[in-house]
């Protein structure tokens, strides 16, 4: 008898889902450009036809019908690889109602349910991995093995997000005679998350899995320089059983953001990016009610004492502050020497260095590929030519470094750079470069270091270099910056943990993923019952058979 109401109910709830696909988007289909067995290998043609990204509704790949299209570009060549529609306000409009709607069904669904679409995800990931990074490549420039890295981060936020028939239990407690008091989370609704350009696979998983997991729905807005990762995922997740309107990707600037800011279905919203896009979307979004979590700029300082093991600094630095081109928000872009010796140790810091190759992420051999676009070199150029102009030295000069290969000739190549003798108010310290630009500043102690981290507006990530265990505690305890790392270069928590960068790097209450970010995502609920044993009636006949429904 109880299985039979489970029957009806779920076909129920498959005919509730069917009607989600109501919404307007009977243009034209798309399809991805991209196989798990046929992604790019290397960079495309030059007479290639510009892909049309698709936007995703209803689980179905739709052609725009925008008259907008911004051209993507692939930063190694500066190509026209793509073009990416700035989505119509119909479309836009459509996409939150779909999500909307989704949401009555889809937090109906049984958490075990729930867990097994996220296993299936977490295992098409996997299988889809290296599509996910040729993709990144080809849009976004970084090297084939770190754009693996990008998948990887990503993936296990959606792995730990599996755990969350262990992370979202309740709590109960029986409050007076035959009086329980429950405490559960619900979901909030439709979750808005809108994703810079530096981690194409990673930010979007940063909070699509926990989104999912917890029961809410989404309108994701990819960063319009490459949404190519983005849409192989919510395919993916489709794939494995996510149901039509639950996830639904838009794309486009401004008019896409102010979307997801202003409109009241959206509940919360998630955004990393840099400061100025940051800013305005906290502040609108939490102005008009909304919960929002917003990872910012950052300025990441490396410490290294004496004491510490040379070649583990050296190779560590270099890796930290070059490699993805700098274009990652936990690279270091400062390197603090305490006292005269480590100092002397930055010329080899340089010679390490000038020895990576710049070069195709496409190429096994390349270290570090281009920057994102052509304004960003223009941009970090002037400022390493400001710096000098305001008393830093150049030891390590990568502004005129041009590829070998000429088919790369137009590409935004910065070579590594070391610029010494900076401090506090010239430009390449007081500002995020967001290339493979490395500042270095000498102090005497370990005291002056900590003063000058805590002064910097940002706290997104920093790292110390002794094999004093005692300076590790003290910088410990006095450092203000949300993510320490002890000779570990970028100590960006697993998602066990939450990411917790502070200070300027962090707008919000709550940080994703971890804990944080199931708390962010959902809110709690008291219910407290009284039942007396008395009117206990035996209702249902027992049955012999094990349950198999969800
Ligand atoms: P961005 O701020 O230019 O863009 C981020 C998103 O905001 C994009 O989707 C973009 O379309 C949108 N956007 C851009 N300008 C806007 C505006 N004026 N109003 C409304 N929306 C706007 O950032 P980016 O260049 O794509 O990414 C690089 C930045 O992201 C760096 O500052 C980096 O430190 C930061 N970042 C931070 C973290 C972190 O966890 N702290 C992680 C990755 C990247």
Same mark, same amino acid.
């Given at each position: 008898?109880?299985?039979?109401?489970?029957?009806?109910?779920? #076909?129920?709830?498959?005919?509730?889902?069917?009607?989600?696909?109501?919404?307007?988007?009977?243009?034209?289909?798309?399809?991805?450009?991209?196989?798990?067995?046929?992604?790019?290998?290397?960079?495309?043609?030059?007479?290639?036809?510009?892909?049309?990204?698709?936007?995703?509704?209803?689980?179905?790949?739709?052609?725009?019908?925008?008259?907008?299209?911004?051209?993507?570009?692939?930063?190694?060549?500066?190509?026209?690889?793509?073009?990416?529609?700035?989505?119509?306000?119909?479309?836009?409009?459509?996409?939150?109602?779909?999500?909307?709607?989704?949401?009555?069904?889809?937090?109906?669904?049984?958490?075990?349910?729930?867990?097994?679409?996220?296993?299936?995800?977490?295992?098409?990931?996997?299988?889809?991995?290296?599509?996910?990074?040729?993709?990144?490549?080809?849009?976004?420039?970084?090297?084939?093995?770190?754009?693996?890295? %990008?998948?990887?981060?990503?993936?296990?936020?959606?792995?730990?997000?599996?755990?969350?028939?262990? %992370?979202?239990?309740?709590?109960?407690?029986?409050?007076?005679?035959?009086?329980?008091?429950?405490?559960?989370?619900?979901?909030?609704?439709?979750?808005?998350?809108?994703?810079?350009?530096?981690?194409?696979?990673?930010?979007?998983?940063?909070?699509?899995?926990?989104?999912?997991?917890?029961?809410?729905?989404?309108?994701?807005?990819?960063?319009?320089?490459?949404?190519?990762?983005?849409?192989?995922?919510?395919?993916?997740?489709?794939?494995?059983?996510?149901?039509?309107?639950?996830?639904?990707?838009?794309?486009?600037?401004?008019?896409?953001?102010?979307?997801?800011?202003?409109?009241?279905?959206?509940?919360?919203?998630?955004?990393?990016?840099?400061?100025?896009?940051?800013?305005?979307?906290?502040?609108?979004?939490?102005?008009?009610?909304?919960?929002?979590?917003?990872?910012?700029?950052?300025?990441?300082?490396?410490?290294?004492?004496?004491?510490?093991?040379?070649?583990?600094?050296?190779?560590?630095?270099?890796?930290?502050?070059?490699?993805?081109?700098?274009?990652?928000?936990?690279?270091?872009?400062?390197?603090?020497?305490?006292?005269?010796? +480590?100092?002397?140790?930055?010329?080899?810091?340089?010679?390490?260095?000038?020895?990576?190759?710049?070069?195709?992420?496409?190429?096994?051999?390349?270290?570090?590929?281009?920057?994102?676009?052509?304004?960003?070199? +223009?941009?970090?150029?002037?400022?390493?030519?400001?710096?000098?102009?305001?008393?830093?030295?150049?030891?390590?000069?990568?502004?005129?470094?041009?590829?070998?290969?000429?088919?790369?000739?137009?590409?935004?190549?910065?070579?590594?750079?070391?610029?010494?003798?900076?401090?506090?108010?010239?430009?390449?310290?007081?500002?995020?470069?967001?290339?493979?630009?490395?500042?270095?500043?000498?102090?005497?102690?370990?005291?002056?270091?900590?003063?000058?981290?805590?002064?910097?507006?940002?706290?997104?990530?920093?790292?110390?270099?002794?094999?004093?265990?005692?300076?590790?505690?003290?910088?410990?305890?006095?450092?203000?910056?949300?993510?320490?790392?002890?000779?570990?270069?970028?100590?960006?928590?697993?998602?066990?943990?939450?990411?917790?960068?502070? #200070?300027?790097?962090?707008?919000?209450?709550?940080?994703?993923?971890?804990?944080?970010?199931?708390?962010?995502?959902?809110?709690?609920? +008291?219910?407290?019952?009284?039942?007396?044993?008395?009117?206990?009636?035996?209702?249902?006949?027992?049955?012999?058979?094990?349950? +198999?429904?969800?």
């Amino acid at each position: 008898m109880l299985s039979r109401v489970l029957q009806v109910s779920a #076909k129920k709830q498959a005919g509730r889902f069917a009607k989600v696909g109501f919404v307007r988007f009977q243009s034209s289909l798309l399809k991805l450009n991209t196989s798990v067995e046929n992604f790019p290998t290397n960079h495309l043609e030059s007479k290639s036809e510009p892909y049309l990204t698709p936007s995703f509704f209803n689980n179905q790949l739709i052609k725009s019908e925008a008259n907008t299209w911004y051209d993507i570009h692939d930063p190694a060549t500066n190509q026209v690889i793509a073009k990416v529609p700035q989505s119509t306000a119909q479309e836009l409009d459509d996409a939150v109602k779909a999500a909307d709607e989704a949401f009555h069904t889809w937090k109906n669904y049984s958490i075990i349910r729930r867990q097994g679409i996220a296993f299936k995800f977490v295992e098409l990931l996997k299988l889809n991995m290296d599509r996910l990074a040729a993709m990144i490549v080809l849009e976004q420039g970084k090297t084939f093995p770190d754009a693996k890295g %990008d998948v990887l981060r990503g993936l296990q936020v959606a792995e730990q997000a599996c755990n969350v028939t262990n %992370d979202l239990q309740g709590i109960s407690l029986e409050v007076a005679k035959d009086m329980e008091t429950k405490m559960i989370r619900e979901p909030l609704g439709v979750i808005g998350s809108i994703c810079p350009f530096n981690f194409p696979a990673m930010v979007p998983l940063w909070a699509l899995p926990l989104v999912l997991v917890t029961g809410n729905t989404t309108v994701i807005k990819p960063s319009e320089r490459v949404p190519g990762a983005s849409m192989i995922i919510a395919q993916l997740a489709a794939e494995a059983g996510v149901p039509p309107g639950v996830i639904n990707i838009v794309h486009g600037k401004h008019d896409t953001v102010n979307k997801i800011i202003e409109d009241p279905r959206i509940k919360a919203i998630t955004f990393v990016g840099g400061d100025k896009a940051g800013k305005y979307i906290h502040d609108k979004g939490s102005a008009l009610g909304k919960r929002v979590q917003a990872n910012l700029g950052a300025k990441n300082h490396l410490v290294v004492l004496p004491d510490a093991n040379k070649n583990q600094f050296i190779n560590a630095v270099v890796g930290a502050a070059f490699g993805a081109a700098g274009q990652r928000c936990m690279a270091i872009s400062v390197l603090v020497t305490v006292g005269k010796e +480590t100092n002397e140790w930055v010329k080899e810091v340089a010679q390490d260095a000038s020895r990576l190759n710049v070069g195709s992420g496409f190429d096994p051999n390349s270290d570090l590929g281009p920057l994102i676009n052509p304004e960003s070199l +223009t941009r970090a150029k002037e400022i390493i030519t400001d710096s000098v102009k305001q008393g830093a030295q150049l030891l390590l000069d990568g502004t005129d470094f041009t590829p070998a290969n000429p088919k790369f000739s137009k590409g935004n190549f910065l070579g590594p750079t070391i610029l010494t003798n900076t401090k506090p108010g010239i430009r390449a310290y007081d500002e995020e470069i967001f290339g493979p630009v490395l500042s270095v500043i000498n102090v005497d102690t370990l005291d002056e270091a900590i003063e000058l981290i805590n002064k910097n507006k940002y706290g997104n990530g920093v790292s110390l270099f002794t094999s004093s265990g005692g300076a590790a505690q003290k910088f410990n305890k006095e450092i203000n910056c949300g993510q320490v790392g002890i000779n570990v270069p970028i100590p960006v928590p697993l998602p066990m943990f939450s990411f917790t960068g502070n #200070k300027g790097s962090f707008l919000g209450d709550l940080n994703f993923y971890g804990k944080a970010g199931l708390t962010f995502l959902t809110q709690p609920k +008291t219910i407290t019952s009284l039942w007396k044993p008395e009117n206990v009636e035996e209702i249902l006949k027992p049955s012999t058979s094990m349950p +198999t429904q969800h």
